[in-house]
């Protein structure tokens, strides 16, 4: 299983992003998707969450700024960022919980090298 994120950027603040993710391999089953951050320095972060079902779920500090979608035909999510702050500055990482065949009794999470958003003031 390959995870792969891109979309980041250098933009100003009050700009937007879309960063994208896409899963492929050896996939029966995608459950549950994450994206986080972590800037230099701090501790890793979780930013969204999406089920399979389509539900979301945001940190409160992107609340009302950032959008988590996902198109299950294309094995795809994104992160639709708008009025970005500098405090938004991170290197985000999509996580996947993946099934791979019919006969696995559990998810396993895998994720990616990371995408890079540096938001100037």
């Known amino acids: 299983v390959h995870v792969a994120e891109s979309g980041g950027g250098l933009v100003q603040a009050g700009g937007s992003l879309r960063l994208s993710c896409v899963v492929s391999g050896s996939i029966f089953k995608i459950n549950a998707m994450d994206w986080y951050r972590q800037a230099a320095g701090k501790q890793h972060e979780l930013v969204a969450t999406?089920?399979?079902?389509?539900?979301?779920n945001y940190a409160d500090s992107v609340k009302g700024r950032f959008t988590m979608s996902r198109d299950n035909g294309k094995n795809t999510v994104y992160l639709q960022m708008n009025s970005l702050k500098p405090e938004d500055t991170a290197r985000y990482y999509c996580y996947a919980r993946v099934v791979t065949s019919r006969a696995q009794s559990r998810d396993y999470i895998y994720w990616g090298q990371g995408t890079q958003v540096t938001v100037s003031s």
């Open positions: 999406i089920t399979s079902g389509g539900s979301t």
